[in-house]
């Protein structure tokens, strides 16, 4: 057996993780098989760490992995951190004040901590769906208590949209935006906000160049919008079936959708 890539990296929601907030026995097979081979397998993911614990328990994943869109590689066991892009506290504070006074649902992740300013139906997804408690906090005082890296609109009306939309165009420039769906909720739109510096294909670099990996040896997967930068960087590129015809752009290939194992289809195909 030839092993062509020393490190598969693979998106979480609408890749490996379906409809039914499940992966499929294929998949985490497919997976298992790809670390047993000698083969890094790491998430990369606009989740937060303490959001991936049950998949990378189920993959058996350790070590270090791509959380907040790009804006952190760290080890969620051990807490280390290869490399973190925060948020500055000053727009942290602007961008709590705008939401507050355009009605938008608002959350900020600090490296291992979700704040709230109270409970709601976006709140009960992050709790049931993601499995993550909030901390109840005032925003504008925690910008200059607690390190952000990354904050998250929350939608689920084409009334929130458009203010979501307004919300972007007012910090452009200033911030990143990043608009994703999980397959469980798909008329809910999870826009993550970040340091424009991010994405994560510059992860992607940083995490290589711990592993002392040639990105030229990555094989990556994504099905998102989010995933551009990461499957422009990775050596060999894969898009899910449903993917965006952006992602299909600079694919390499296209695999199954999540729902009939593409990432088991793709490891099989092209990893070995």
């Known amino acids: 057996m030839t092993i062509k890539y020393k490190l598969l990296v693979v998106d979480v929601d609408g890749t490996i993780l379906n409809r039914a907030n499940k992966i499929s026995d294929e998949d985490v097979a497919a997976v298992k098989q790809t670390t047993k081979a000698g083969i890094k397998v790491s998430l990369c993911t606009g989740r937060v760490p303490q959001g991936c614990r049950l998949v990378l328990k189920e993959l058996g994943l350790d070590g270090y992995h791509i959380f907040f869109d790009g804006a952190l590689v760290s080890n969620p066991e051990t807490g280390d951190e290869i490399y973190a892009v925060p948020i500055s506290p000053e727009l942290v504070r ?37 499995h993550l408690e909030p901390v109840l906090a005032d925003f504008e005082l925690l910008s200059h208590q607690e390190r952000i890296i990354k904050g998250t609109v929350v939608t689920r009306t084409h009334e929130e949209r458009d203010r979501a939309s307004l919300f972007q165009r007012h910090f452009k420039g200033k911030l990143d935006f990043s608009w994703t769906t999980t397959p469980a909720f798909p008329e809910v739109h999870f826009i993550n906000v970040i340091n424009p510096a991010v994405n994560k294909g510059k992860a992607l670099t940083e995490l290589c160049r711990f592993f002392k990996i040639p990105l030229a040896k990555v094989m990556a997967i994504g099905d998102g919008l989010n995933d551009v ?39 099989n195909k092209y990893l070995f």
């Open 94 to 130: 602007e961008t709590t004040i705008y939401a507050k006074e355009n009605c938008l649902h608002y959350d900020v992740y600090s490296s291992s901590r979700f704040y709230s300013q109270g409970d709601d139906w976006a709140t009960e997804i992050r709790k049931s769906f993601f």
């Open 229 to 267: 930068a990461l499957l422009k960087t990775s050596g060999f590129a894969v898009a899910m079936e449903s993917c965006p015809d952006e992602l299909r752009a600079v694919a390499h290939t296209v695999t199954h959708d999540v729902e009939h194992s593409g990432v088991a289809e793709a490891i």
